[in-house]
């Protein structure tokens, strides 16, 4: 009998043991579970018929998608089914309204293009780092699957109906953008491991070159420009006039809620990190929130902007950038390596262009990064989190109003031991300061 109770000092096991003979090795245990002895050659029949199977695969590979459940604990999921699974899982910080719609996007491109170029591939673990590097390749050479694809299907409807050829030309995504998009579809594959049975990832590919083109600055001749001219676009001047004075990114100049405005202050967390931010008003800002502040209540400093963004966020880009052009400011460039050009002056120069400034102007590194809420190579060199509101008042004053000031010479700059005083300096309490300035006092007599 291949199912028996073991006989022990004690008299025999509760439980029931199997002992048999597959591929001439012999593999014993016990049936787990099994009360009865019935249930126990079930269980052995069930055990011997899987290890027989699995002896007679040929490779680890067929092994792998023959037993994925086995070997794993997961179970079959659709890639249809992925992404709200993914959704659902708990993370540390939950995506916004503007991230969330592009992870949708993203992880959809990917499954529409599975489903018409590998229709056979019905679950998520299923997928090979073959299609991986054939997804990534389509992105480098001809661009997002459903955009060309939208193309293609308006080129034919066109010739359909004007009886002309029209030919769609698809071009390759940037380096840093198939990232973005890598890193969204990996993310689901990683997220959902261990329940779809995924013992590798096929996305854990080498990301591309980040060939990242920042955003230019805007120099001072162009900011002089820009603010002789505000006042012939009713929509685009707060932009201007908010981000050159706060550093603030396009979504949350847009998003800005007079709630946020407290005592001469703007108190929000920036929408694409949720970091804190704590900035002071300038003169020229406060002066427009005082003139526009609404006599009913109205949620957003800008409603019109808000509701631009909510519904076509790249239109207020697309306005702003209009607006540049009219004043004969170039907002793109060809970038080497690219077949189409790159936007080098928009609303995000104004975060670049605020930083330059500040720079400028030997405001300290930390409170620039703390006004900002963000770090990047372009911007900053180290970090510190904390610069406190004392501070902040002090050096942001030195800004003048750049949109309207005339030409002027630049401080002369100082012995690098001073610069790097001042800045200790800022981040001194007090009572602190009070004190070395009590012992500074009493050596110079």
């Known amino acids: 009998m291949s199912v028996f109770k073991r006989k022990t000092t004690r008299g025999k096991t509760e439980e029931y043991h199997y002992s048999f003979m597959v591929d001439g090795k012999r593999l014993r245990g016990v049936c787990e579970g099994c009360t009865t002895e019935r249930a126990a050659i079930a269980y052995e029949k069930k055990l011997r018929s899987t290890a027989k199977t699995a002896s007679e695969q040929k490779s680890v590979k067929a092994l792998i998608d023959n037993f994925a459940d086995q070997l794993?604990?997961?179970?079959?999921v659709p890639l249809a089914d992925a992404l709200?699974?993914?959704l659902k899982k708990p993370k540390k910080r939950m995506p916004g309204a503007k991230q969330l719609a592009q992870k949708i996007s993203y992880w959809g491109d990917f499954?529409?293009?599975?489903?018409?170029?590998h229709p056979e591939v019905v679950n998520l673990r299923d997928v090979r780092r073959s299609h991986a590097e054939e997804y990534i390749a389509l992105l480098r050479t001809s661009g997002s699957f459903q955009y060309v694809e939208s193309q293609r299907r308006r080129m034919e409807e066109t010739k359909c109906s004007s009886g002309k050829a029209v030919e769609f030309v698809p071009q390759g995504l940037s380096p840093a953008t198939i990232n973005v998009r890598h890193k969204t579809v990996k993310a689901v594959f990683a997220w959902l491991a261990a329940d779809a049975g995924i013992i590798e990832n096929p996305f854990d590919i080498q990301f591309l070159d980040n060939q990242y083109e920042s955003r230019e600055a805007f120099t001072p001749e162009e900011l002089r420009l820009i603010g002789a001219h505000l006042d012939d676009d009713p929509f685009v001047k707060p932009i201007f006039l908010i981000g050159i004075c706060?550093?603030?990114s396009e979504g949350d100049i847009c998003n800005l809620r007079w709630e946020e405005i407290r005592n001469g202050w703007i108190v929000r967390k920036r929408r694409k990190t949720g970091a804190a931010l704590d900035i002071p008003i300038l003169p020229p800002l406060a002066?427009?929130?005082?003139?526009?502040?609404?006599?009913?209540n109205s949620e957003f400093v800008l409603p019109e902007h808000a509701a631009m963004y909510a519904s076509?966020?790249?239109?207020?880009?697309?306005r702003v950038k209009q607006f540049l052009e009219r004043l004969g400011i170039k907002t793109s460039r060809k970038a080497e390596g690219r077949s189409r050009s790159v936007s080098s002056k928009d609303v995000h120069s104004l975060r670049h262009t605020f930083a330059y400034l500040a720079g400028e102007y030997r405001i300290p590194l930390p409170i620039v990064q703390s006004v900002l809420g963000h770090m990047s190579p372009e911007m900053t060199k180290h970090y510190q989190a904390h610069a406190d509101r004392e501070a902040k008042e002090k050096y942001l004053t030195r800004l003048p109003d750049f949109l309207n000031a005339a030409p002027q010479?630049?401080?002369?700059?100082?012995e690098p031991e001073?610069?790097?005083l001042n800045e200790l300096l800022a981040r001194l309490p007090l009572d602190e300061i009070r004190r070395i300035l009590a012992q500074v006092r009493s050596t110079l007599g």
């Not at 794993?72 to 079959?76: K, L, P, W």
């Not at 499954?111 to 170029?117: D, E, G, L, V």
């Not at 076509?312 to 697309?318: D, I, L």
């Open 72 to 76: 794993t604990g997961g179970s079959a």
């Open 84 to 86: 709200e699974l993914y």
């Open 111 to 117: 499954t529409a293009w599975m489903a018409q170029s």
């Open 246 to 248: 706060t550093g603030l």
């Open 287 to 296: 002066a427009f929130l005082a003139e526009h502040r609404p006599i009913e």
């Open 312 to 318: 076509n966020p790249t239109g207020v880009t697309y």
């Open 409 to 414: 010479q630049l401080p002369p700059p100082e």
């Open 418 to 420: 001073r610069q790097e």
